[in-house]
């Protein structure tokens, strides 16, 4: 009798142990997809955000590019060459300046499409996890309870060895 009530016991705290298991599982799913949709959504407004301002400081660099050349040339029919010097220096330094930015845009891009291509390998661990996750958890339970039945057996066999 003993044994049998131990083995009745062993049985429901091995169901509990898996439907613990199982629930915690199923949370920590639920919690990573959350988790990548946030970061799906930072990800892509901050992509059309780098896109405006790159558009932007192309605009920029037009307007104010045309705007140095004719006054460069206005300078040049009044005969102030100092002056054009005094603007050429300081264009250089607002090339300069832009190149920076935009290698720094460059960079920031780069590191955009790297967070994508994560993005996506991501996506594809989900939808993998997503389509077996059934799968998973009935291999999981089958494991765990086959590993339970061969603890009960031995500790069955142990008692009954006393």
Not at 82 to 94: F, K, L, N, P, Q
């Amino acid at each position: 009798m003993m044994i049998m009530a131990m083995v009745v016991v062993e049985m429901v705290m091995v169901l509990l142990i898996v439907v613990i298991v199982v629930v915690v599982v199923m949370v920590l799913m639920v919690v990573l997809v959350m988790v990548m949709t946030a970061a799906m959504m930072v990800i892509n407004v901050l992509m059309v955000l780098m896109v405006f301002v790159m558009v932007v400081e192309m605009v920029v660099v037009i307007v104010v590019t045309a705007v140095v050349m004719v006054v460069m040339v206005m300078l040049v029919m009044m005969g102030k060459m100092v002056m054009v010097v005094v603007i050429v220096v300081v264009m250089m330094m607002v090339l300069v300046m832009v190149t920076v930015v935009m290698v720094v845009m460059v960079k920031v891009i780069v590191v955009m499409i790297m967070m994508v291509m994560i993005r996506m390998v991501v996506v594809m661990v989900m939808e993998v996890v997503k389509a077996h996750s059934c799968g998973v958890m009935v291999v999981m339970l089958v494991v765990v309870v086959v590993l339970v039945m061969v603890v009960v057996m031995v500790v069955v066999m142990v008692m009954v060895k006393r």
